[in-house]
């Protein structure tokens, strides 16, 4: 009797135990396709945000979403223009330009998309101020993207026309064209400005602001300037105006003939030198060709 009880419960303990062996097992299982489960949550969710944008990929896209800004500007389309705005506004947030451009830069690229965004918010329609702010915007994303080709390089054959019609009027001593020009040249260097900041070193813009600033104040001066300082200060932006746009010096940049230069007794002695050693030089060849050629 004693060993049939001991039979009967060493049965139930071992079925016990069996029970115990695969509810553990069950458990990990649970467990395992929970974490399985858990795992693949994350991966959608991490996979869910875009991987960071290089420098150089947010200034592309910068590029383009500002190229779109423009079309949408031009077509009348404020709705489109607004939305691509806020576009541009994530980019800039997101996104970092080290390496493309100094701290200038940064600041004046985030001046004109302040600007872009509060033009687009007023009330009033103004095309106008639209198309100015768009393509500001659109010329300093592009001198980010194309730093070493930028479009606004385009501008110097207009900033030259207006400093050329600056000296024409200094010539006359013509205070009333001068100012007329320079108001133009303003303005078209407003629309530039800020990707040239982006794309020059801060004491070159600074030099041709300075100029600018003196040139503007001649007009109302308390002393009349002659016409040889007139000319002075011209030559001076035109100067500023290469270093801007990385022009050589001797490419012509006047609207004015260049003075004729007379040469002297030692220049017409050197010019005959010259022919005479170049005659020689065809009469030796000549000859030679003919003593090669002789048949004998």
Known sequence: ???????????????????????????AEASRQGL??????????????????????????????????????????????????????????????EGLTSVEGINALSDVIIDLKAVLAAAQVNPEKWEAAAARLRLAANSLNHPRQPMWLQYYKLIREDLND???????????????????????YDNIRPAIIISRPPETVNAFDSWLS???????????????????????????????FSK???????????????????????GGFIIAALAYAAFRKYRGENEEWKPV
């Not at 300037?225 to 030559?235: M, P, Q």
């Not at 001797?250 to 003939?257: G, I, K, V």
Request: hydrophobic share 45%.
């Open 214 to 244: 003196y040139a503007a104040g001649i007009p109302s001066a308390s002393q009349p300037v002659g016409r040889a300082r007139l000319l002075e200060i011209i030559s001076y932006g035109q100067d500023a105006a290469r270093v801007l």
């Open 36 to 97: 399985d489960s858990l795992s693949v949550q994350t991966g959608n969710a991490v996979g869910s945000y875009a991987p960071a944008l290089t420098a150089k990929n947010a200034a592309q896209r910068l590029d383009e979403a500002a190229e779109a800004l423009y079309d949408y500007v031009l077509e009348g389309n404020v709705a489109k223009a607004r939305q691509e705005s806020e576009k541009i506004s994530q980019i800039f947030v997101s996104s970092s330009f």
């Open 248 to 270: 050589e010096r001797d490419e012509p940049a006047l609207s004015l003939p260049l003075a004729t230069q007379g040469y002297g007794a030692w220049g017409l002695l050197a």
């Open 166 to 188: 600056m000296e024409r009027s200094a010539a006359t001593n013509d205070l009333k064209s001068w100012q007329a020009a320079l108001e133009r040249l303003q303005s078209r």
């Open 1 to 27: 009797m004693p060993c049939r009880t001991y039979r009967v419960l060493t049965g139930l303990m071992l079925c016990w135990l069996l029970a115990g062996m695969n509810a553990g097992a069950v458990n």
